[in-house]
């Protein structure tokens, strides 16, 4: 990182895993996007799943740590820790290097953003 950068946006990873199939959680799940989406602060969630691990969960960009931590407390997340369907949780918190991401970004087509975050999600939960 240089001198001049700036962590401002903050990457919420959550994992859940489960004692049921993914796809039975994620259908219990939709009603809780719009909530989601109505977080102050959240500008994007990708939802993920392991089918063969029985694991879910988010990857989430929020405006700056403050926010993404107030969300691991949100009502939604408090319901899903909560289910019994879930055996436990991890959640991590990464800093956004705004200088470079913000470059990058505009230098990659949509496509090739993608499989980047795939590839590095892959990483993270090997």
């Not at 407390?73 to 899903?80: F, G, K, L, Y």
């Not at 913000?102 to 590839?119: E, F, K, P, T």
């Amino acid at each position: 990182m240089s001198e001049n950068s700036t962590t401002t946006c903050t990457v919420l990873h959550l994992r859940f895993k489960l004692r049921v199939p993914p796809r039975v959680l994620l259908a219990e799940s939709r009603a809780a996007a719009t909530k989601i989406a109505s977080v102050e602060g959240l500008i994007w969630k990708i939802w993920v799943l392991q089918e063969k691990e029985s694991e879910v969960g988010g990857i989430y960009l929020s405006a700056n740590r403050e926010t993404a931590e107030a969300y691991l407390n949100h009502p939604v997340i408090q319901a899903v820790r909560s289910n019994p369907a879930v055996v436990s949780t991890q959640s991590q918190l990464w800093g956004v290097e705004s200088d470079t991401c913000c470059q990058r970004i505009q230098q990659v087509s949509l496509s090739d953003a993608w499989d980047a975050l795939n590839m590095h999600y892959q990483r993270l939960i090997a």
